[in-house]
């Protein structure tokens, strides 16, 4: 589960279809200012991008 506390901004363009695939290529982190963006590359090339204060990934277990 990934978190993004004191959300700044979101941005999700939807410029491709999205279907029903849930993959994700890629995720990547920076630090622009005194917060964090992360960015989620989708199957689609579509990427998301959330900017907040902190970021916190954990791991649940489902099933």
Request: aromatic letters at 4%.
């Amino acid at each position: 589960m990934l978190r993004v506390d004191e959300v700044e901004l979101l941005t999700y363009p939807r410029q491709s279809p999205w279907g029903r695939s849930s993959s994700i290529n890629d995720v990547r982190l920076s630090y622009p200012g005194a917060g964090v963006r992360v960015e989620l590359e989708l199957q689609s090339g579509d990427t998301i991008s959330i900017d907040g204060s902190e970021c916190s990934v954990a791991s649940e277990r489902i099933g």
